[in-house]
Nanobody, 118 residues
Framework: QVQVVESGGGLVQAGGSLELSCAASGSTLNLRTVGWYRQAPGKQRESVAS???????GYADAVEGRFTISRDNALNTVYLQMNSLKPEDTGVYYC????????????WGQGTQVTVSA
């Protein structure tokens, strides 16, 4: 059974940094696309960043240049390094494992709260 667990959230002042981690059991992360999403109160969940099995990365315009997504194959973990945080980055951050051959389901973690104070 595949389980996805996010960690690393917390409270930080504007301009600060946080690193989120997405660890998966039962699935090898470098065999599928992994994405970070976030949801602010009263808003829809939105894509933040993604990394493909080939290592190609993509970012939302709002975080381009401030956030970096990366993957450690040995630890089977995907990271989201967040720098120059802004209050509008506040929300619950989720890790998503995109479907792949042999596992057609979307896999989501429970989320980790990020709060950026002004």
């Amino acid at each position: 059974q595949v389980q996805v667990v996010e960690s690393g959230g917390g409270l930080v002042q504007a301009g600060g940094s946080l690193e989120l981690s997405c660890a998966a059991s039962g699935s090898t992360l470098n065999l599928r696309t992994v994405g970070w999403y976030r949801q602010a109160p009263g808003k829809q969940r939105e894509s933040v960043a993604s990394i493909s099995r080939d290592g190609n990365t993509g970012y939302a315009d709002a975080v381009e240049g401030r956030f970096t997504i990366s993957r450690d194959n040995a630890l089977n973990t995907v990271y989201l390094q967040m720098n120059s945080l802004k209050p509008e980055d506040t929300g619950v951050y989720y890790c998503r494992l995109f479907p792949r051959m042999g596992d057609p389901a979307d896999r989501w973690g429970q989320g980790t709260q990020v709060t950026v104070s002004a």
